[in-house]
């Protein structure tokens, strides 16, 4: 009994978090040095980062966004992993938006690089500008019901056909209404089960994003904690922690409240990648 015990502490003790979504200066809405990011992440006793700037697929097409400078970023992380060595892991990853508004052209960019890591993530609808700049609180109730069955839509194409390692935020747009209007987007479970039983049958990992908790528009974690409860009694076995860190100070911020929602979830383990290969680790 007493040895058990022992061991089981030792070992929570030793268990080293990650944080595999984190943007720096290439991402468009980022001024953040990768190596601040680095001292950020080991002051909090990270082992392991992934570096995922935006690409936002559809706006890079239509030419109302720019493609970010992946020659610079990939200059950046190799002068931060040698600096890092033996202290830190650095991922190459990518956090791609709208993925399914394009296949092919998503398939050759993730075919650019070789990615430890490739984030799939909805942040606008066809045609619509990023949640993160609508004033959705302006809306009628009707409208948002809209926009949000169109949201769910476009989640459960990436789960279903998207070559992605992981989902992201997935109650992104809850961010961006008022507590009063949430009702406007109902986070469900009968919302999410087509989408989690795609992701479960094709083995894309869930993100348990930490931005909202700490920008303060989400009480805790997303997924919620019966979200992620749920995901796992469909099947689900595969998470990985993400802060959205835009600035250093937010590298790792919340990651252990997240895995400790995943431990209270009956989750055991956590999901790491290697050049898209999935390493299960305990919790
Ligand atoms: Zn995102
Ligand atoms: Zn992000």
Known sequence: MYPLR?????????????????????????????????????????????????????????????????????????????QYQGKLTLLR???VGQPTYDQEAFRKLIAQRD???????????????????????????GYLKELWDAYLEDLLSIAETAEVDVLT????????????????????????????????RRGIALEINT???????????????????FYRELGGEYLTLGSDAHFSPDVGAHVKEAAALAEQAGFRYLTRFRQRNKIMEAI
């Open 93 to 95: 990853g990518i956090e």
């Open 115 to 141: 990615y430890d890591v490739v984030l799939g993530s909805q942040h606008n609808g066809k045609g619509n500008i990023d949640f993160y700049f609508m004033d959705c609180n302006s809306f009628s109730d």
């Open 169 to 200: 935020h997935i109650l992104y747009p809850v961010r961006y209404v008022e507590k009063s209007r949430q009702h406007c987007f109902p986070v469900t479970r009968e919302a999410f089960e087509p989408i989690f039983r795609a992701l479960i």
């Open 6 to 82: 022992g061991k089981t502490v030792v070992y929570l003790l030793l268990m080293k978090l990650f944080d595999y979504h984190i943007h720096n200066e290439i991402s468009f809405d980022s001024e953040a040095k990768l190596t601040e990011h680095c001292e950020s992440a080991c002051q909090k006793g990270l082992s392991e980062i992934a570096l995922t700037n935006h690409y936002e697929l559809d706006m890079v097409l239509l030419g109302t966004a720019e493609a970010p400078d992946l020659a610079r970023e990939e200059a950046l992380l190799a002068e931060a992993k040698e």
């Open 211 to 229: 931005a909202a908790v700490r920008k303060g528009v989400l009480a805790t974690p997303d997924p919620c904690l019966d979200l992620l409860t």
